[in-house]
């Protein structure tokens, strides 16, 4: 199984400021056809599914501030908040699609500092 | 309307049979993989299987002798089976949609199941 390991497992950001989530894998997501990364983030609020915010790695999905980034390839990624707000306070996850199982990074919860 | 619902039992037995619907009313079925997904309480997410109509399912080795998914296109339903659970099963069960570019785009808001004697 592909393992993803997410650093750091909590943040604490102030309003404004930047948050960077990282997000390691065991193996290469970068298809080598389509040279496409299967890598996705979700956001998820307490009592909520998770949010699809970012597909092949960094391709925003629709609807999603542009203050969320997404980037990386292969075996390292992130996720960055260029300018954190209150509504993002949230668990975020990583999760692969290269390679049944699919796999979920373990969670980084961004709090408010 | 909820694009997908999930709906079963909440709370089971020992040894009994998890079963669970979706119920989607954005769009046939036939098209996307449509997945399975866990959430022990307090714990992050497990992604149990996915099916795509017409095609085979895949499911997570750590429960694939115990799991079936499987749709049902007259009402637009995707089921979920789950046997011989035990009290590691807890967990919020989400159903989703998984995009043709990749990514879960659509979720259920996910049914909790306990299962405790």
């Known amino acids: 199984d592909v393992v993803l390991t997410q650093s750091p497992d909590s943040l604490a950001v102030s309003l404004g400021e930047r948050a960077t989530i990282n997000c390691k894998s065991s193996?290469?997501?970068?298809?080598?056809?389509?040279?496409?990364?299967?890598l996705a983030w979700y956001q998820q609020k307490p009592g909520q599914p998770p949010k699809l915010l970012f597909y092949w790695g960094s391709s925003r999905e629709f609807g999603v501030p542009d203050r969320f980034s997404g980037g990386g390839s292969e075996t390292d990624f992130s996720l960055t908040i260029s300018s954190l707000q209150a509504e993002d306070v949230a668990v975020y996850y990583c999760q692969q699609y290269s390679s049944t199982p699919y796999t979920f990074g373990q969670g980084t919860r961004l709090e408010i500092k | 309307q909820v694009p997908l619902q999930e709906s079963g039992p909440g709370l089971l037995k020992p040894s009994e049979t998890l079963s669970l619907t979706c119920t989607v009313s954005d769009g046939s079925i036939t098209s996307h993989y449509w997945t399975w997904i866990r959430q022990p309480p307090g714990k992050g997410l497990e992604w149990i299987g996915h099916?795509?109509?017409?095609?085979?399912?895949n499911y997570n080795p750590s429960l694939r002798s115990r799991v079936t998914i499987s749709l049902d296109t007259a009402k637009n339903q995707v089921s979920l089976r789950l046997s011989s659970v035990t009290a590691a099963d807890t967990a919020v069960y989400f159903c989703?949609?998984?995009?043709?570019?990749?990514?879960?785009?659509?979720w259920g808001r996910g049914t909790l199941v306990t299962v405790s004697s």
């Open positions: 989703a949609r998984l995009k043709t570019a990749g990514g879960m785009d659509r």
């Open positions: 193996q290469s997501v970068l298809n080598s056809l389509n040279k496409g990364n299967y």
């Open positions: 099916l795509h109509y017409g095609g085979n399912a």
